[in-house]
């Protein structure tokens, strides 16, 4: 059967901020999301379907039409309960590629999140669930291409899902849910307007990208694109061991991340910076916090370090950093690339003996979690 071939993720040219945001929202899509500003032409769409096509195979219940996981019952969907609790026990499973699914700009609510057929429900007694986009989505990358185009209620439900990894659908008293935990990655062109700032804020990341000026980078560019175009199978089989490397250890650090530790110092480094730079509210502090975990987990480390919130607060923080009449965001992006500078030159952390007393788990199956001293 004949497939398109999807120019490979390793052999993108430079973007580097761009595919490291990525990378960490498939180690952790908890993170909630990238979004990619950049004109035409800089690999926005192309990177995003080349992550999820190297991204590991999903084990799914088999038949079950939200790709619920077999291994996490408290995540099933409605059915996969009810299947269970009718005596299909244990439920059979299968592996399937990571799914991408490409919303269009003029979807609906009802196309997002599935419908429930009410009229079946009133006269048959029967309910019936029509899956959305969240359904094919789920465990896999939801892409939109001109997000900022996208109806403003639709993209908050998006981030909406996508923060809480479910999707409850109720009309008439009648409800349905199931698990929508994805990697969110929107794509923008400023020049065609820009998101309102609540929006802006609930993504997790937002990266600017630009054509690349280095001569030898744009001949590169130019060399691997002829090269894929005159036989594209050629090309994805020379970049293939370096996919299947990435793509390990992307696997690797999806089973790590869950246990790399952090110490209260570290949550103090994330608060000051945080509040330094006057961000509102506390979603940043928690974006990076989860991917200076990711990015533990991805260097295959179990516990972070001050180089890592460095690495994350430059993809968290950028489109947070104000903007005012009496306030250059000029300025305040120098002020926070000279902070995460000195942030990076700490490369290790040795932490004392009370940090250790303090390190906070965050093992999701653990009863006796830790409680967090307050930093207010």
């Not at 130019?222 to 175009?229: D, G, L, P, T």
């Not at 869950?258 to 103090?268: A, F, G, H, I, N």
């Not at 000279?338 to 788990?361: G, H």
């Amino acid at each position: 059967m004949n497939h398109k071939v999807i120019f490979p993720f390793t052999a993108i040219v430079g973007q580097e901020r761009m595919m490291r945001a990525l990378i960490l929202n498939a180690v952790d899509p908890r993170i909630g999301g990238v979004l990619i500003r950049g004109e035409r032409g800089t690999a926005k769409s192309t990177a995003a379907r080349a992550l999820a096509a190297l991204l590991p195979a999903i084990e799914v219940v088999t038949d079950c039409r939200f790709n619920c996981d077999p291994a996490k019952p408290t995540t099933w969907c409605t059915e996969c309960q009810e299947r269970f609790v009718g005596g299909e026990d244990p439920l059979p499973h299968e592996s399937k590629t990571t799914p991408f699914v490409n919303l269009p700009v003029s979807a609906t609510e009802d196309r997002v999140v599935g419908t429930l057929d009410i009229e079946r429900a009133i006269q048959k007694g029967e309910r019936h669930f029509e899956p959305g986009v969240l359904a094919s989505a789920n465990r896999g990358l939801l892409y939109i291409d001109e997000v900022n185009l996208l109806d403003d209620h639709v993209v908050d439900i998006l981030l909406d899902s996508a923060a809480m990894g479910t999707n409850v659908v109720e009309r008439e008293g009648i409800s349905f849910s199931h698990p929508a935990r994805f990697i969110l990655v929107g794509t923008m062109n400023p020049e065609e307007g820009d998101l309102r700032p609540q929006l802006l804020d609930r993504f997790a990341f937002s990266v600017e990208i630009h054509g690349i000026l280095d001569k030898a980078q744009r001949v590169e560019i130019m060399r691997r694109n002829i090269a894929f175009e005159s036989d594209p199978e050629a090309f994805r089989q020379a970049f293939l061991p370096q996919e299947l490397e990435l793509s390990d250890r992307i696997a690797a650090a999806q089973k790590l991340v869950e246990d790399v530790s952090y110490t209260q110092r570290d949550l103090l480094i994330i608060a000051e910076l945080t509040s330094s730079m006057d961000v509102d509210g506390h979603r940043s502090d928690l974006v990076i916090l989860k991917a200076a975990r990711a990015q533990a987990a991805f260097e295959g480390r179990d516990r972070i370090t001050p180089h890592d919130i460095a690495m994350a607060a430059e993809l968290a923080l950028p489109h947070r950093v104000k903007a005012g009449p009496f306030r250059k965001s000029e300025n305040g992006i120098e002020h926070l690339n000279a902070k995460l500078a000195d942030l990076k030159m700490q490369t290790t952390l040795s932490p004392s003996e009370d940090d250790r007393d303090q390190e906070v788990e965050q093992n999701q199956d653990d009863d006796k979690k830790k409680v967090t001293p307050s930093l207010t």
